[in-house]
């Protein structure tokens, strides 16, 4: 267990900004950050962070939390994976009491996974540097490859042994179970003989952007023609090789500091760049390049580089991947390397200052390079030119942007010399097709909706407005955000003047606001009904009367987890205003700051007016149709309760209408 004190220390020490800066590309937002949600497939920003409040907030999701929550929301750690990566970051020294094996390996599925494969890095990477077999082969296979130590052990690299069960063997001999090392890959099992996948190969983990181990790729190196020269992990419940991107836990810092990724094919490419200087690199791994790999890249930076062997084949059969960037919306530059060079064996060679350079020259526009590339072919052929035309303005109905459509449209006149009109109109044709097929798709589904609607004759319901929680819910915000400052309120006190008559006299006094709440609810004797809005009132006032200084990130620290998702969206509620961005369009809209003490009465009164409403209804609701004393005093009451509204309705400066 970590110890209180190490968590303490952690949750001081780490920004939730930085924490998040790591993962998610955040541009500033007056005193906020906001950017593309992690969570969904998304093109304007609804993710925001909050370093005052030391929350964040995923308004696509909902989700939402501290630096800890996002880990264990977007890395999938358990509550102290997600302190240790926090300590390891900042430095901080763990207190905890060692984990035995078999604690290990009694964790979740998931988790048993990772600690397999973590396991496996470490033994292939020790195997690497310390065995004879692993020196004499392994290592010296990767200082050919002209990597440095420091290199090797930046990445982690490794050795399998050249022999059937090493791996297996060990990891069992160590507690890890055997359903978790077949479950992962890294072990085949054959009958009462199970056997190592990797056997006699040097290895490459693969990490997820935050660092925990997903799978492997190892290379052989012996001439067995039979055996694949690459073999991957196969898929499971914590690699997917489709979702995943090597080196992009190297990369994702500096891919948000250059705001640039170079996208590469192979392990080794991403490992001589990274060792030439320039480490915001990634590699698709050998597959097609998805979507999803796009999207991750798309949470680091709008702009992508494509890094091309020089042979011709290669370059027709990657550059497909370049419309699939397009659609999401993404900036694209495409590099190719002279003939016979590829970036592992160019990086290698290369002094830094001349590789930048010839990656600064040799960038071109994604339509300057496909022109030029396919222009060799069409030649002076006017059908494959046209097809080549055609194929270009394809590529550019991907971009999401007119302007940008419109801006690649003119380039491509320019380029290739055709009038701007022709391509504008067989743009438009492409669009015009595309949206037509969304919207066939999209009356197919309202068919599909209204013949469910018919077939289930279900009355539609209508959503009703639930203004108890409202109200509820704005007092644990005011208490959140304004507790603890100190305001001028006023109270209104009953008087004997002069002439001994009785009348209102009203008295400034300072309150804290949460004790001006909390004796407003007790003078009316008002509990909230919301349960969970209950339990967050009665801690948040507790915590109050015991803390002289409150905080919201010393609270959350603190806070219940079943409190914390409920105190984390009403936290950032506010934040929304900061994501459109209103001043920028010199609109101001008016914060609760302005007044906080008018906005703690108005709310209480309301609340109030609210309950005397319900407390009207009913006894409107207990008179009989039969005259009787009964009804008289129930009448009464309600006229009584009338005048109360009436008192609420001067106090607020506005007309009271019925609520019910």
Excluded at 302 to 325: E, M, P, Q
Excluded at 351 to 356: C, I, K, M
Excluded at 536 to 541: C, Q, S
Excluded at 614 to 639: G, Q, T, V, W, Y
Aim: hydrophobic share 35%; proline share 3%; glycine share 6%.
């Amino acid at each position: 267990m970590i110890s209180k004190a190490t968590i303490d220390i952690v949750f001081e020490t780490a920004r939730v900004e930085e924490v998040i800066g790591d993962f998610v590309q955040l541009k500033r937002a007056g005193s906020n950050f906001k950017g593309l949600s992690p969570f969904s497939d998304e093109r304007s920003p609804s993710f925001m962070v909050s370093p005052a409040k030391g929350i964040w907030k995923d308004f696509s999701s909902g989700k939402g939390g501290n630096a800890v929550a996002f880990l264990m929301e977007h890395s999938h750690f358990t509550y102290p994976e997600a302190i240790r990566f926090l300590a390891k970051k900042y430095n901080i020294e763990i207190e905890e009491t060692e984990q035995t094996d078999e604690e290990k390996i009694n964790t979740d599925v998931r988790e048993s996974m990772y600690l397999v494969s973590e396991f496996a890095k470490d033994y292939f990477h020790n195997t690497l540097l310390h065995s004879e077999e692993g020196k004499a082969i392994g290592l010296s296979y990767f200082k050919e490859r002209g990597f440095t130590s420091e290199t090797i052990k930046k990445f982690a690299l490794g050795y399998s042994p050249e022999v059937w069960d090493a791996f297996t063997k060990e990891a069992l001999g160590k507690g890890y179970k055997l359903e978790f090392l077949e479950s992962t890959g890294l072990t085949i099992p054959k009958d009462d003989r199970p056997f190592d996948r990797f056997k006699g190969r040097v290895m490459f983990p693969i990490q997820s952007m935050s660092g925990r181990i997903l799978g492997f790729g190892g290379r052989i190196l012996g001439n067995d023609k039979k055996a694949a020269k690459y073999l991957n992990s196969p898929e499971s419940d914590i690699y997917h090789k489709s979702k995943v991107l090597y080196g992009i836990f190297q990369a994702k810092q500096s891919i948000a500091k250059q705001n640039n990724c170079y996208l590469v094919e192979g392990y080794t490419d991403v490992i001589q760049f990274n060792q030439a200087g320039i480490e915001n690199v990634v590699a698709s791994s050998g597959t097609a390049l998805t979507p999803d790999q796009i999207r991750l890249i798309n949470r680091l930076t709008k702009n992508i580089t494509v890094l091309f062997d020089g042979d011709a084949a290669g370059l027709r059969a990657s550059i497909r991947g370049i419309d699939l960037i397009l659609e999401e919306g993404m900036n694209v530059k495409v590099c190719a390397f002279p003939d016979g060079e590829d970036p592992d064996s160019f990086a290698k060679k290369t002094p830094y200052e001349e590789l930048v350079k010839y990656l600064d020259e040799n960038s071109k526009d994604f339509i300057q390079f496909k022109a030029s590339l396919l222009m060799k072919d069409a030649k002076n052929d006017p059908i494959k030119k046209a097809d080549l035309i055609r194929d270009m303005v394809v590529s550019i109905s991907k971009i999401p942007d007119r302007i940008q459509r419109e801006i690649y449209i003119q380039e491509c006149s320019r380029i290739m010399d055709i009038s701007e009109q022709v391509l504008v109109s067989t743009l438009a044709q492409l669009v015009q097709k595309d949206v037509a097929d969304i919207g066939k798709k999209q009356k197919q589904e309202q068919k599909d909706k209204a013949f469910d609607v018919v077939k289930n004759n279900a009355p539609i319901q209508v959503e009703k407005i639930d203004i108890l929680y409202g109200l509820e819910r704005k007092i644990i915000e005011i208490l959140l955000l304004y507790g603890n400052k100190t305001e001028e309120f006023e109270d209104v006190l009953l008087k004997t003047n002069s002439d001994g008559e009785i009348e209102n006299v009203i008295e400034k006094k300072q309150y804290k606001v949460f004790q001006r709440i909390y004796l407003s609810l007790q003078e009316d004797e008002v509990e909230l009904a919301n349960p969970l809005f209950k339990d967050i009132f009665n801690n948040l006032i507790n915590y109050y009367l015991q803390t002289e200084n409150f905080s919201i990130e010393h609270y959350l620290m603190h806070l219940q987890p079943e409190f914390a998702q409920e105190v984390t969206d009403i936290l950032m509620e506010d934040e929304r205003v900061a994501l459109h961005n209103w001043e920028g369009q010199s609109i101001f809209p008016k914060t609760k700051n302005d007044s906080i003490s008018q906005y703690v009465s108005e709310t209480i009164l309301t609340l109030r007016w609210y309950l005397v409403d319900r407390i009207i209804e009913e006894i409107k609701n207990s008179i009989s149709s039969e005259p009787d004393s009964d009804n008289i005093e129930h009448l009464s009451m309600a006229m009584d309760y009338y005048k109360l509204i009436n008192s609420f309705s001067k106090k607020l400066g506005r007309v009271m209408s019925r609520y019910n």
